[in-house]
């Protein structure tokens, strides 16, 4: 009993995580179609995608998500500490509400993709295809006498796994699923169970979708149960904040990660991640000790855009490769941007992708035979993460 309790703590403790970064990720996004977020000038240096505390406080202030500005920076301090943004310079550990530079880490680089995180990202990217599924086994069912909205039986959702190619065996899949009960984002309907390939009934106990008000991040020790299980139908068709991509991507922006440049990060071994869906993002990428960087001072990743006519072009300084990847358990570890055509923004080493070929400035073709040439990344992004495990890649590599 004893044992059982702790891990009921520690599934709470990581689903209140995951609703601070799914918080601050929306509000990223916003800030970033407000034009808050951008590069600045401060004694004679240049500091891409970052925003002025004060600022921030005025705009939290003006759209309501804080009552006044001792609120509002205690909101930012709480995603301080979470990780979510910090200093440009990392030499304060306090957020002040005066003229001085802050970003987030997912615009440059330095956000912490550890397992907890990963299986975040995964949990999400099931929940958006099971949400976008036209017969999907999210549905309103009874169990001794209670209705519970958007719920599953066990068994169900392993022979979805294994139906869409997300686990190779019902163990694997069993495997899965206990540890994404672990992590707090399914759990039994009236949490007496662990996770059983039998007729019980799940949920998901974290909407993905659902839009966040910051105020919630300071009540986050309270239980809101039947807020987090409830969509409505609107919901389904808001994005997940942790898909790759940006509300209004440009050229030269980052999909997950950051809006124009990568840096190195050290996020120690790798297990898996989405990706795609990365915004995802998912989908969704780790970038190692050992990955590729690009380095701010040396422009964008791309020398200069590309249409889609000139990559087809006769003569055209780009090298045809068919790339097959094989995701792991959680991951095809690479991310792609771009209008269209989209191309290959980063890639983990140590991933499924690597293995396969896949490279930075990558530009795609197809996926598994459809073309995606005039398709931007959100929408290729979409087609891996809702596609079989095994992704057929068709790119354009730029000769050396």
Same mark, same amino acid.
């Given at each position: 009993? #004893?044992?059982?309790?702790?891990?009921?703590?520690?599934?709470?403790?990581?689903?209140?995580?995951? !609703?601070?970064?799914?918080?601050?990720?929306?509000?990223?996004?916003?800030?970033?179609?407000?034009?808050?977020?951008?590069?600045?000038? /401060?004694?004679?240096?240049?500091? *891409? =995608?970052?925003?002025?505390?004060? !600022?921030?406080?005025?705009?939290?202030?003006?759209?309501?998500?804080? $009552? @006044?500005?001792?609120?509002?920076?205690?909101?930012?301090?709480?995603?301080?500490?979470?990780?979510?943004?910090?200093?440009?310079?990392?030499?304060?550990?306090?957020?002040?509400?005066?003229?001085?530079?802050?970003?987030?880490?997912?615009?440059?680089?330095?956000?912490?993709?550890?397992? #907890?995180?990963?299986?975040?990202?995964?949990?999400?990217?099931?929940?958006?295809?099971?949400?976008?599924?036209?017969?999907?086994?999210?549905?309103?069912?009874?169990?001794?006498?209670?209705? /519970?909205?958007?719920?599953?039986?066990?068994?169900q959702l392993i022979d979805w796994l294994l139906q869409n190619m997300e686990a190779e065996s019902r163990r694997q899949a069993l495997d899965l699923c206990r540890i994404l009960q672990e992590h707090g984002i399914i759990q039994h309907v009236t949490k007496k169970y662990d996770f059983f390939d039998?007729?019980?009934?799940?949920?998901?106990?974290? =909407?993905?979708?659902?839009?966040?008000?910051?105020? #919630?991040?300071?009540? !986050?020790?309270?239980?809101?149960?039947?807020?987090?299980?409830?969509?409505?139908? !609107?919901?389904?068709?808001?994005?997940? $904040?942790?898909?790759?991509?940006?509300?209004? *991507?440009?050229?030269?922006?980052?999909?997950?990660?950051? @809006?124009? /440049?990568?840096?190195?990060? =050290?996020?120690?071994?790798?297990?898996?991640?989405?990706?795609?869906?990365?915004?995802?993002?998912? $989908?969704?990428?780790?970038?190692?000790?050992?990955?590729?960087?690009?380095? *701010?001072?040396?422009?964008?990743?791309?020398?200069?855009? /590309?249409?889609?006519?000139?990559l087809l072009a006769p003569g055209a300084p780009f090298m045809k490769k068919v790339l097959t990847v094989i995701g792991d358990d959680l991951a095809w570890g690479f991310v792609v941007r771009g209008m269209a055509p989209c191309y290959v923004q980063a890639v983990d080493p140590g991933s499924p992708?690597?293995?396969?070929?896949?490279?930075?400035?990558?530009?795609?073709?197809?996926?598994?035979?459809?073309?995606?040439?005039?398709? @931007?990344?959100?929408?290729?992004?979409?087609?891996?993460?809702?596609? $079989?495990?095994?992704?057929?890649?068709?790119?354009?590599?730029?000769?050396?």
């Open positions: 009993m #004893e044992r059982a309790s702790s891990v009921r703590r520690k599934a709470m403790a990581r689903q209140l995580k995951g !609703e601070v970064m799914i918080a601050g990720e929306q509000l990223r996004l916003r800030l970033h179609d407000g034009k808050l977020i951008k590069d600045r000038r /401060y004694h004679l240096r240049t500091y *891409p =995608n970052c925003f002025v505390a004060q !600022e921030l406080i005025d705009w939290l202030v003006s759209h309501k998500e804080a $009552p @006044d500005r001792a609120t509002a920076v205690c909101l930012m301090q709480h995603l301080m500490d979470h990780d979510i943004i910090h200093h440009v310079c990392d030499k304060r550990s306090v957020l002040k509400d005066a003229k001085l530079l802050y970003r987030f880490r997912k615009d440059d680089g330095t956000f912490p993709f550890n397992r #907890e995180v990963k299986i975040f990202m995964r949990g999400q990217q099931l929940f958006e295809h099971l949400i976008g599924d036209k017969d999907s086994i999210l549905q309103l069912r009874v169990e001794q006498g209670v209705a /519970y909205q958007r719920s599953f039986p066990g068994c039998s007729g019980l009934l799940y949920q998901f106990c974290i =909407n993905f979708c659902r839009r966040r008000h910051l105020s #919630e991040l300071l009540s !986050e020790s309270e239980e809101d149960d039947e807020d987090v299980l409830i969509l409505t139908q !609107e919901d389904n068709h808001l994005e997940s $904040p942790f898909v790759l991509h940006k509300s209004h *991507p440009q050229e030269g922006s980052s999909a997950f990660q950051s @809006d124009k /440049y990568l840096k190195q990060v =050290n996020s120690g071994r790798r297990r898996s991640l989405t990706q795609l869906h990365s915004a995802g993002f998912p $989908p969704f990428v780790q970038l190692n000790s050992t990955s590729v960087i690009c380095n *701010p001072k040396s422009g964008k990743l791309l020398s200069r855009s /590309y249409t889609s006519e000139e992708a690597a293995a396969a070929g896949v490279k930075v400035r990558q530009f795609l073709c197809q996926v598994n035979g459809q073309c995606v040439l005039y398709l @931007d990344y959100r929408t290729v992004s979409r087609l891996v993460m809702t596609g $079989p495990r095994t992704v057929v890649l068709e790119v354009m590599e730029p000769l050396e």
